[in-house]
T-cell receptor, first 116, second 114 residues
Framework: EAGVTQFPSHSVIEKGQTVTLRCDPI?????LYWYRRVMGKEIKFLLH????????ESGMPNNRFLAERTGGTYSTLKVQPAELEDSGVYFC??????????????FGPGTRLTVL | AQSVTQLGSHVSVSEGALVLLRCNYS??????LFWYVQYPNQGLQLLLK??????LVKGINGFEAEFKKSETSFHLTKPSAHMRDAAEYFC????????????FGQGTTLQVKP
């Protein structure tokens, strides 16, 4: 079974440009999460989808970030316009269940975003 | 606000020595606790999780962790380190209720010396 995949693995852009990150969860997983790790800091939650609906977007830093999950399958995270402080590693995770305590989140390898 | 503190951003041990990675949490209610590991160029992998069933939790690769409510701790241990254990380890907490959000500690990089 394929794990969580993310594309691209690395992205280098200039300040002011737009970048779109993609996450493909494990097939059949209704829950999809985005996290971000800025260099030297802890991994922080951005948002949570249940199927195509946003369950919790309390971690989204500002309105330059837009996440979508059309059709409840893959998800995209767009940053427009990118700023220097957006640099970091963006992780996607998915889980199968209904947020039961045994619900394990499976993480992708991350996308390393560098904004110059 | 809930938080997780991992003491020591870098820990170095010799191969065969005890591994002890510390994690303390702040929570007014019993949380669900997790340890994840990230090997180079890979995603985070679940090592083990505490779900209130037993305070001593055994995970993969010989790791285990003990939940101590009185100390608000969930330290990760392994009796004998292997070279392949070199990685970054993350402690995380999830609150009960209808949220899947994980709150992570800062991470601890484990170095294993031959």
């Amino acid at each position: 079974e394929a794990g969580v995949t993310q594309f691209p693995s690395h992205s280098v852009i200039e300040k002011g440009q737009t970048v779109t990150l993609r996450c493909d969860p494990i097939s059949g997983h209704d829950n999809l999460y985005w996290y971000r790790r800025v260099m030297g800091k802890e991994i922080k939650f951005l948002l949570h989808f249940v199927k195509e609906s946003k369950q919790d977007e309390s971690g989204m830093p500002n309105n330059r970030f837009l996440a979508e999950r059309t059709g409840g399958t893959y998800s995209t995270l767009k940053v427009q316009p990118a700023e220097l402080e957006d640099s970091g590693v963006y992780f996607c995770a998915s889980s199968q269940g209904t947020l039961a305590v045994t619900d394990t989140q499976y993480f992708g390898p991350g996308t390393r975003l560098t904004v110059l | 606000a809930q938080s997780v503190t991992q003491l020591g951003s870098h820990v170095s041990v010799s191969e065969g020595a005890l591994v002890l990675l510390r994690c303390n949490y702040s929570s007014s209610v019993p949380p669900y606790l997790f340890w994840y590991v990230q090997y180079p160029n890979q995603g985070l992998q679940l090592l083990l999780k505490y779900t209130s069933a037993a305070t001593l939790v055994k995970g993969i690769n010989g790791f285990e962790a003990e939940f101590k409510k009185s100390e608000t701790s969930f330290h990760l241990t392994k009796p004998s380190a292997h070279m392949r254990d070199a990685a970054e380890y993350f402690c995380a907490v999830r609150l009960s209720g209808n949220t899947g959000k994980l709150i992570f500690g800062q991470g601890t990089t484990l170095q294993v010396k031959p």
